[in-house]
């Protein structure tokens, strides 16, 4: 399995509202130096809908300003639909929102 395929089998794991991190991915993947090729790695993600990409966020909670599939207001609006809360900041509680792996 190529790291892309490994990338998109961690991500299909996430729970629906629940998010990760770009890094956190990278190290369940076994090469955590590599937050931004897990992060080029959904920017071409051939399975949207299938693999939740939007279910991956920076570590402070914010979402991409790039989000491949329709930019920040939709990978916002689909966490949201998800139950997911963003701050006054715009950014989402890691504390409370965030999924590890365990």
């Keep these: ?3 892309f395929d490994e990338v998109y089998a961690v991500v299909m794991r996430v729970p629906k509202g629940k998010v990760t991190t770009y890094g ?10 590599a937050a931004r ?15 939740p990409c ?7 909670g914010r979402v991409c300003s790039g989000f491949a599939f329709g930019g920040p ?11 997911i809360v963003f701050g006054a900041d715009d950014a989402i509680d890691m504390a409370k929102y965030c999924w590890e792996g365990k």
């Design 1 to 3: 399995m190529g790291f």
């Design 24 to 33: 956190d991915v990278a190290r369940m993947v076994g090469r955590p130096r």
């Design 37 to 51: 090729q897990v992060g080029w790695a959904l920017h071409v993600n051939p399975f949207p809908g299938t693999v």
């Design 54 to 60: 939007h279910r991956v966020v920076f570590k402070d």
């Design 73 to 83: 207001e939709v990978q916002r609006a689909l966490l949201e639909s998800e139950g």
